[in-house]
Nanobody, 127 residues
Framework: QLQLVESGGGLVQPGGSLRLSCAAA?????????IGWFRQAPGKEREAVSC????????YYVDSAKGRFTMSREKAKNTVYLQMNSLKPEDTAVYYC???????????????????WGQGTQVTVSS
């Protein structure tokens, strides 16, 4: 079973930056997986933040993340990243990465049903 491990969270001041990583466990490849980033703040439902397609590396972002967050792949390390800039207190949440097997991209990965989930990494934006 595919295992995902998030890292890179922490405490940062408003306006600061963090880079989150999502790595597959050894023995697995993410070549045919779309990867999504989700977050859940205290008392709120989990929400999608961004995703990257499996075939063409097209990225998608929710409105609140556009212009501030950027996803990318480093295929040699079997890792995806979420670069978060201009962080705001409202970005505070546990961030999860998720994966779903997609050989052919047919639509935005924001609408996919994800099968594999990491355990999350805490992001806190505060003065």
């Amino acid at each position: 079973q595919l295992q995902l491990v998030e890292s890179g969270g922490g405490l940062v001041q408003p306006g600061g930056s963090l880079r989150l990583s999502c790595a597959a466990a050894p023995g697995f490849t993410l070549d045919y997986f779309a990867i999504g980033w989700f977050r859940q703040a205290p008392g709120k439902e989990r929400e999608a933040v961004s995703c990257i397609s499996s075939s063409d590396d097209t990225t998608y972002y929710v409105d609140s993340a556009k212009g501030r967050f950027t996803m990318s792949r480093e295929k040699a390390k079997n890792t995806v990243y979420l670069q978060m800039n201009s962080l705001k207190p409202e970005d505070t949440a546990v961030y999860y990465c998720a994966a779903v097997w997609v050989v052919v991209t047919t639509r935005s990965c924001l609408g996919y049903e994800y099968d594999y989930w990491g355990q999350g990494t805490q992001v806190t934006v505060s003065s």
